[in-house]
């Protein structure tokens, strides 16, 4: 059964840091992994998705990377600011089902 | 586009009172999915359907049941509701293709006392 953990479980950092959220899975047969936003008593938005094959994927100032043999994801966050103060949760897709992690609480101080 | 709508928002059972959970995409998705998102937990699959009429479960599937009718719709039904259920609901779909993203909806809060 996949596993997933996210490291750490909450950060508090100043506005205009950089970051990094980490991801591991225990099964590498996974045909992507996705990276969410949750804020606050809402749903979750899809941020990056990273196919198999890929070693990354940007969009803005985020980039995520993945090592499949090794089992981990990074999220990086540039230039952090207060609006990007949210849960991040990444999720193994092994086919059918996702598996998820529990989540790092981000608060970005201004 | 409404994309995953999700009913109720809220809603307060008494133990052993049943309720269906309403779920509806308008992407035609053919993977539907229900989750359970604890207090500072992650989501948890409860059942998953990869078009109509096929579901299956997932990882917490007691004491509830699904059934996909149409491509649209995918309600959970909660018999006999106890404590432990009371959850965050959230409903997702995605085309169906092995690299495609999730869609969520809003969830349900569900309270049971």
């Known amino acids: 059964k996949q596993e997933v953990t996210q490291i750490p479980a909450a950060l508090s950092v100043p506005e205009g840091e950089n970051l990094v959220l980490n991801c591991s899975f225990t099964d590498s047969a996974i045909y992507n992994l996705q990276w969410f936003r949750q804020d606050p008593g809402k749903g979750l938005t899809s941020l990056l998705l990273?196919?198999?094959?890929?070693r990354e994927q940007t969009s803005g100032r985020l980039n995520a990377s993945l090592d499949k043999s090794s089992g981990r994801s990074t999220l990086y966050i540039a230039a952090s600011q207060p609006g990007d103060s949210a849960t991040y949760l990444c999720a193994a897709n092994t086919g059918n089902q996702f598996y998820f992690g529990t989540g790092t609480s981000l608060t970005v101080i201004p | 586009n409404a994309g995953v709508t999700q009913t109720p928002k809220f809603r307060i059972l008494k133990i052993g009172q049943s309720m269906t959970l309403q779920c509806t995409q308008d992407?035609?998705?053919?993977?539907m999915y229900w989750y359970r998102q604890d207090p500072g937990m992650g989501l948890k699959l409860i059942y998953y359907s990869v078009g109509a009429g096929i579901t299956d479960k997932g990882e917490v599937p007691n004491g509830y049941n699904v059934s996909r009718s149409t491509t649209e719709d995918f309600p959970l039904r909660l018999e006999l509701a106890a404590p432990s259920q009371t959850s965050v609901y959230f409903c997702?779909?995605?085309?169906?293709?092995?690299?495609?993203?999730?869609?969520f909806g809003p969830g349900t809060r569900l309270l049971v006392l």
């Open positions: 992407m035609n998705h053919n993977y």
């Open positions: 997702a779909s995605r085309l169906g293709l092995a690299e495609e993203t999730q869609y």
């Open positions: 990273i196919q198999s094959s890929q």
